[in-house]
């Protein structure tokens, strides 16, 4: 209890110190989160809806692949995407190792499954009722996909919400692949596992709950955008 | 007349069981017609061929003298020229506007032209009070006539109707048949209705088609079909004996 009650004291004080440390960790966090997540959101969505919607052989395969990869342990998607960029492997010439674009594609290997996942769900859910209504009301096979991926935003944004709470508060890919270097690609996570096992267990908690409100915040933002555009009617 | 639709030998099969099987049959242009039947006699998925959401086994289909494109670049503008309203309609997040105005959107018309032609269709089933109301709050006789609405709002060719006002109060299905009668007097159009209401089949159409089991019983005149039937099956369905 004393520990919680010093570290809250700990944040305050963190906060208004203006360290700019602690600033740039919280940056670099959110930069590869949010690429990360974008990126995923390009590559699921389309992708997802398209499983959502469509039945082909083999689907039900690719759906056991997509649950299988949805549940992807970080630390292994860490050591694939070390494999492919570390000097002797085939990207190696790219040197990306120990750079924040190695932790975006850790993180993407990792929120792609979860968006594509999560779509495919909230798509086929809405698929039934409103892709027929859709193509009967003369839409084009991109308007029908379109307007089914509008009645499925909930869902969707349901999908994008997870993944980046994913991203944000992934460490064992980003430590292997980033390296978790000062000023380079430390991030709130990597910083919380130095100060633990330095014994800084006030800082290293201070930094989870500031990762924790960073993560509500941004959360808040995401769900009222929803619940906005949820209400919202077009105007005439 | 070219007629609106003319199927021949039209077959469809769900894991290779046949649940329409159609010889012949004719739907003639500018009139209302009726398919009724009990229930699992295709209806259906009669009409679902016809709207082109499933294509038949077998057979041809021919939509004002050319044949139904299914696939391919026609098959957008026939599926343009025609509407269906579903039993149980899908309304779409939005206001009611949003709804009606949603077909006219797809065809890229422009917004002005929007306006004026989504508040006639709501003038038309009555509920120009609704605009600004989201169509999740509906009940289900105000959603069944915004269906209505966003069907007749694109001037379709011909309206496909599924078992429009099944489950309705009576003051709505007075409504939505008022409104059925009234259209192809004053749009010409062909419209096509499913339904189990054989009075309703009496009410407003002018031609009739009795399926049985997938098949055509018989189809003739909406007199003929209830006032001189000729098959036995259309005897005891007619007259409310037919156990199925």
Known sequence: METLYSSM???????????????????????VSIAATTIGMLLGIPFGTLMGMYRFPGRQ???????????????????????????????????????????????????????????????????????????????????????????????????????????????????????????????????????????????????????????????????????????????? | MVPAFSLNGVIVEFNNQPVLDIGELVFDDRIIHAVIGPSGAGKSTLLRVLNMLQKPTQGSVTYFGNPLPYNGANSLAARRSMSMVFQTPAMFSG???????????????????????????????????????????????????????????????????????????????TIIEDVIKRIPHETGITIIIVTHNLYQAKRLSQQAVFLNKGKIVESSSTDEIFNNPKAQETKLFVSGEMVY
């Open chain 2, 95 to 173: 206001n009611v506007y949003d709804n009606v105005a949603l077909g006219l959107r797809l065809r890229d018309v422009k917004t002005k032209e929007v306006r004026a032609k989504v508040f006639q269709a709501l003038e038309t089933v009555g509920l120009t009070d609704l605009t600004k109301r989201s169509a999740a709050t509906l009940s289900g006789g105000e959603a069944q006539r915004i269906a209505l609405a966003r069907a007749l709002v694109v001037n379709p060719r011909v309206l496909l109707l599924d078992e429009p006002t099944a489950n309705l109060d009576p003051g709505n299905v």
């Open chain 1, 61 to 236: 395969v690719v759906v056991i692949i997509i649950y299988t990869l949805m549940g992807l342990p970080p630390v292994l998607a860490g050591v694939i995407i070390y494999l492919l960029l570390s000097a002797k492997g085939p990207l190696g010439e790219l040197q990306l190792l120990f750079t924040p674009t190695a932790m975006v594609t850790a993180q993407v290997l990792l929120v792609t499954p979860i968006i594509t996942g999560l779509t495919m769900v909230a798509v086929r859910g809405k698929e039934k009722l409103y892709l027929e209504t859709a193509v009967s009301m003369g839409a084009s096979r991109l308007q029908a996909a379109w307007l089914v991926i509008r009645e499925a935003k909930a869902g969707i944004m349901a999908a994008i919400v997870t993944a980046f709470g994913r991203a944000i508060a992934e460490v064992g890919a980003v430590m292997l692949v980033g390296g978790n270097i000062e000023h380079v690609t430390r991030v709130m996570t990597t910083s919380i596992i130095l100060e633990t096992r330095k014994g800084n267990f006030d800082l290293a908690l201070s930094l989870g709950l500031v990762l924790l409100a960073i993560s509500f915040m941004i959360n808040g933002f995401l769900v009222a955008g929803v619940l906005k555009y949820l209400q919202r009617g077009e105007q005439y």
């Open chain 1, 9 to 31: 004291l700990s944040i305050v004080k963190l906060i208004l110190s203006g360290d700019k440390a602690l600033y740039e960790i919280i940056l670099l966090s959110l930069k």
